[in-house]
């Protein structure tokens, strides 16, 4: 089983701060996705990253994908209330018929 | 467009009362899939199904049957509940194996 651990598990910021979100693992992925889910919903994709040492950037968020595909990273540049959510990075390995491991998630809280 | 579809949004069953959790999606997406999501374990994978007729054992399968005789729909069946299987529900779908989820909103159990 592929597994994919999220940290910290827990944030919170102020309005305006930076902060960045990680996704690690031991094993090699060959595409990973962010995912946001706001409570009552289901999680709704971000972005997907499948190249090594990819950078995604969606508005203030900047997303990448590790060299060696086993890790990835969510920055967020300034951040405001209505980034607060939790977060989850899912990976896809090459042999598992198209299965997603999920990450235990981060939720993060903006303050005003 | 619907999306996903999950039905009921809400359940409290006794131990060992049994039920069926609805999920329809009408984006003619081949793979279909069950997660629960507990807290500060993320989404742990179900039962999946990659076509009609083709369904295959996730990660946490005990207790919860699938069966996928239509594209558009994928029940998840739970024959006895019990208290463990308290949790929020997520089906999801993708267009391909390497497609991101399209979720629905989730069915929250509560077994007594």
């Known amino acids: 089983t592929q597994l994919l651990e999220q940290s910290p598990q827990f944030l919170s910021i102020q309005e305006g701060e930076n902060l960045t979100v990680y996704c690690n693992s031991s094993?090699?992925?060959?595409?990973l996705q962010w995912y946001r889910q706001e409570p009552g919903e289901g999680p709704v994709l971000l972005v997907t990253?499948?190249?090594?040492?990819e950078v995604k950037k969606l508005k203030r968020l900047t997303f990448q994908f590790g060299d060696a595909r086993k890790d990835s990273s969510l920055h967020i540049t300034a951040a405001q209330p209505g980034d607060t959510g939790l977060y989850l990075c899912?990976?896809?390995?090459?042999?598992?018929?198209?299965?997603?491991?999920f990450g235990d998630g981060t939720t993060l809280t903006v303050k005003p | 467009n619907a999306g996903v579809t999950q039905t009921p949004k809400f359940q409290v069953l006794k131990t060992g009362q049994s039920m069926t959790l609805q999920c329809a999606q009408d984006?003619?997406?081949?793979?279909m899939s069950w997660y629960r999501q507990d807290p500060g374990m993320g989404l742990r994978l179900i039962h999946y199904?990659?076509?009609?007729?083709?369904?295959d054992q996730g990660e946490v399968p005990n207790g919860y049957n699938v069966s996928r005789s239509t594209t558009e729909d994928f029940p998840l069946r739970l024959l006895s509940a019990a208290p463990s299987q308290t949790s929020v529900y997520f089906c999801?779908?993708?267009?391909?194996?390497?497609?991101?989820?399209?979720f629905g909103n989730g069915t929250r159990l509560t077994v007594t």
């Open positions: 899912a990976g896809r390995g090459d042999t598992n018929a198209g299965k997603s491991t």
């Open positions: 094993s090699v992925f060959s595409s």
């Open positions: 199904s990659v076509g009609a007729g083709i369904t």
């Open positions: 999801a779908s993708r267009r391909s194996s390497g497609a991101p989820l399209h």
């Open positions: 990253v499948v190249t090594g040492g």
């Open positions: 984006m003619n997406h081949e793979y």
